[in-house]
């Protein structure tokens, strides 16, 4: 059984930062690619930014320039860093990793269970 720990979430005033962790535990046996995606109210979730286990890295436009993904390999443990929030930040922000149990098994994504992230102006 495979788990994904989200920590890291909260209140924030707009220009300020937050930082979310997400340790994957349990019967892993290698992990692709670690991600982190947002959905705000009534809206669809969407990505946020992802990160290879090479490190190749890619940003949604509108955090560009903001947020900082990076990982752990040793640790499978990926963070987000937070810069110059901004109201339309706030949504409740799910890690994700594209990983298999075992050698013979297909990549399958597992999920956080959700991060609530506010940003007031």
């Known amino acids: 059984q495979v788990k994904l720990v989200e920590s890291g979430g909260g209140l924030v005033q707009a220009g300020g930062s937050l930082r979310l962790s997400c340790a994957a535990s349990?019967?892993?046996?290698?992990?692709?690619?670690m991600g982190w995606y947002r959905q705000a109210p009534g809206k669809q979730r969407d990505l946020v930014a992802t990160?290879?286990?090479?490190?190749?890295?890619n940003y949604a436009d509108s955090v560009k320039g903001r947020f900082t993904i990076s990982r752990d390999n040793a640790k499978n443990t990926v963070y987000l860093q937070m810069n110059s929030l901004k109201p339309e930040d706030t949504a409740v922000y799910y890690c994700?990793?594209?990983?298999?149990?075992?050698?013979?098994?297909?990549?399958?994504?597992?999920w956080g269970q959700g991060n609530q992230v506010t940003v007031s102006s």
């Open positions: 994700n990793a594209n990983l298999k149990t075992t050698w013979w098994r297909n990549e399958y994504d597992y």
């Open positions: 990160i290879t286990s090479g490190g190749n890295t």
């Open positions: 349990g019967t892993i046996f290698s992990i692709n690619t």
